[in-house]
Structure formats: structure tokens, C-alpha cells
């Protein structure tokens, strides 16, 4: 039906998934930006180990995080490594296992951005699972902002999505559209780091490192 649509003189307006099309608009976060600065937040407490669990690949969302992350272990001058990376499916199962799994694998892990606040809940339920603490020996960085991000244990550090900004731009390119006016066709808003308590300066006692997991 997209494609149908898209042929169609009908104005388009996507969140967070950019289509091709002469009529079609799209308004999103800008990832690359927002995932830099959490990155450089997470480095700016001394921790050099940093694990991404991100989303589905194929998600434009994925793939803009995962840029930002890598952009900034580039800027800040630390190694890029394949060990540290995990695939996960938005959900706190999906985040809690992809967790446990790169620790299984890669030892001295120190602190993980979650491409999602869902994702870093399970990541804050398999720290707990393992006898790590947030903040004192992992922390923690989720993006959203959700209701629940504030109200964890601990309370989570994360990217604030400007929901509200993000709709009332859409509804007005929508409308400019409407109108036979020419809107941008991508308009990126800003997060904001709201930073809480499941990150603090680098424990350079117990880390990740060395912990076993139970079998489950």
C-alpha cells in the first residue's frame, strides 16, 4: 500500500522511516547527534570499553545509531570493536539477552548504549543477574526517554525524544503539503542527554570482566 501511495499525488509523512518519493516527507530524531553525545557522555566518566546493544539492522533508526556510535569512538579516539557490538529487537528480553551474551564473549565491558530505553532494562536486568552494579561497576545509557526510564532501579540515563516537537512538525509539513506549499522532505529535531543514575565515572575495580553466567 506504501507503494501505491507513493505513486499517488497524495503528501506523505513518515516518523522516523524515510521514504523516496517526490510527495513524501519524513520527520525524525536526529540519531547521529543524539548517540555522539551519549558516547562521549559514557567516555567523559573515563570508561574506554563502551558496548552498543542496537536494534534491528535493517531499521533506519538501527543503522543512524549505530553512525553515531561509531562517529563517536572515532572523534574520541578509542578502538572500534566487533565484540562489542549486539543485535537486539527493541524489547527488555530482547536487550537482557543480546547483554548477556556479549558479556559471555567480551570481557572488560565498563558501560553499553542501548539503542532503546526497553533494551536498556533488560541490560539493567541482566547486570542483576550477573551481581554487577549500576552504576558502580556498569553503566548504562538507553534512548527515549520513556515513562519507565525515570522510574527504574537506578533511575536510567537516556536521549530524550522531543515526541510532541516530532508530531506538531509532521502535522505542519503535512499541512504546508496540503496546501501546495514545498516543505523540507527531512526535518531532523534534536534529543537531549537527560542524565540520572545508571551512569558514573569508571569503577576500575570490578567490571564485566571475568563475571560467569549462570546457566538458565
Excluded at 539492522?57 to 563517536?72: D, I, K, N, W
Amino acid at each position: 500500500w506504501i507503494t501505491d501511495l507513493k505513486s499517488s499525488s497524495i503528501p506523505i509523512v513518515t516518523m522516523d522511516m524515510p521514504l523516496a518519493g517526490e510527495m513524501t516527507f519524513s520527520v525524525g530524531c536526529d540519531n547521529v547527534s543524539a548517540v555522539h553525545a551519549a558516547v562521549r557522555h559514557l567516555a567523559d566518566l573515563g570508561h574506554t570499553r563502551i558496548s552498543i546493544v542496537n536494534g534491528y539492522t535493517q531499521a533506519s533508526v538501527s543503522l543512524e545509531r549505530f553512525e553515531g556510535y561509531r562517529s563517536a569512538l572515532d572523534d574520541l579516539g578509542l578502538p572500534f570493536d566487533p565484540s562489542l557490538v549486539a543485535e537486539a529487537d527493541f524489547t527488555v528480553a530482547g536487550g537482557k539477552e543480546a547483554f548477556l551474551t556479549m558479556i559471555d564473549r567480551t570481557p572488560g565491558i565498563t558501560a553499553v548504549f542501548a539503542a532503546s530505553d526497553l533494551m536498556a532494562l533488560g541490560v539493567l536486568e541482566g547486570a542483576r543477574e550477573l551481581g554487577l552494579r549500576v552504576p558502580k561497576d556498569l553503566s548504562v545509557v538507553g534512548f527515549d526517554n520513556i515513562d519507565m526510564a525515570s522510574m527504574s532501579s537506578p533511575p536510567l540515563t537516556t536521549l530524550d525524544q522531543p515526541r510532541y516537537e516530532l508530531g506538531q512538525t509532521a502535522a505542519k509539513i503535512l499541512i504546508s503539503a496540503c496546501n501546495g506549499d514545498t516543505p523540507p522532505s527531512r526535518v531532523l529535531l534534536k534529543a537531549n542527554l537527560i542524565v540520572r543514575g545508571s551512569t558514573s565515572e569508571r569503577n576500575k575495580g570490578k567490571s564485566a570482566k571475568g563475571v560467569v553466567r549462570q546457566a538458565r
